[in-house]
């Protein structure tokens, strides 16, 4: 498994917010994201309704991934508690919001995960897990994929790409043998099996300073490919462009890819896809109640703004699903090419 640490552990500068902002700001002939929108759209970014209440239940992963937005691992502490969780719940059954998306770090780690989603499930909501698939090889986690069959969660599993080498340079050594393993153990109990209701879907990064190709073309490669080698079947791929924040900044930086991968996100701005991006239907919820418009806000620290309610404290539904969208250069990761949300593609 990886030998990395967190930003935070090794005492980096990018642990800072304060640093990875400030450089996104410097950042010569970038113009702002949010005078782009105004200058294609008409308008700044407002919310467009609340679909999706996600839940960022903490840091503490299994995992050091080097392309992490959350610059998760495990040594990091920042775990939801059970009060704020309930805090949630309550907001949540007030609203008609469908589905909630639990995500992290790794959202199993948090001691509460099983307790949160029979809670949410009581509640008549859909449930997304946001799952690494190698945590269910974490001791006492190895029955997870049991209990979220049980609740017919939804499970969103990351896997770089259907080859070794790739995977494991993005995820660690030794991560992909272990999807794979993982990947049977849910195929065995019927996730992402043909008519089955449990549903199994994928997520592809790039694996270096490029945008990802075709959702569609690379589903079907990764379909082909995991069936022909390891037998697996799942429902769809969602592909992510890497966010030029927290350790995958860091690659940037040092790699000397960073202007050269503004630069391509900037000329790959498609207006297209700003309607469809993840903040226009989401709530992000940070460990600690904290409120954000997108889990890339939530990890620099930029809260919903313009008035809205900043915790989960003193969530209102009706301001909340008009709000205006907090903005910065870290945003033209969503709007590249096919534009990038926590469900694929959006244009």
Known sequence: MSTRSSLAR??????????????????????????????????????????????????????????????????????????????????LAKTPIPTVDIT???????????????????????????CNLTVIFVKGKEDLPEFLAKHEVEVICSLPYYQERETDRQRG????????EALRRFNAIGYGMPDSRLVLNLVHNPVGAFLPGSQKAIEQEFKRNLARKYGIQFNNLYCITNMPISRFLEFLLESGNYERYMDRLVQAFNPEAVNGVMCRNTISIGWDGRLYDCDFNQMLDLEVGFSAPRHISEFNYELLTNRRIVTGRHCYGCTAGSGSSCGGTTA
């Open 104 to 130: 992290g770090g790794a959202p199993e780690m948090n001691p509460h995960f099983r307790w949160l989603v029979e809670e949410v499930r009581a509640l008549g909501r859909r449930v997304m897990d946001r």
């Open 173 to 180: 050594v030794g991560v992909f043998d272990r999807s794979i």
């Open 10 to 91: 090794r005492h980096s500068a990018l642990a800072s917010t304060a640093e990875q902002l400030r450089i996104l700001s410097e950042t010569k002939e970038i113009p702002p994201f949010d005078t782009m929108v105004q200058e294609r759209n008409g308008s700044s970014l407002r919310a467009g309704g609340i679909d999706i209440f996600q839940i960022n239940v903490g840091k503490l992963c299994n995992q050091v991934c080097a392309h992490c937005h959350v610059d998760a691992g495990p040594d990091r502490t920042e775990v939801m508690s059970r009060e704020t969780m309930q805090l949630c719940l309550d907001q």
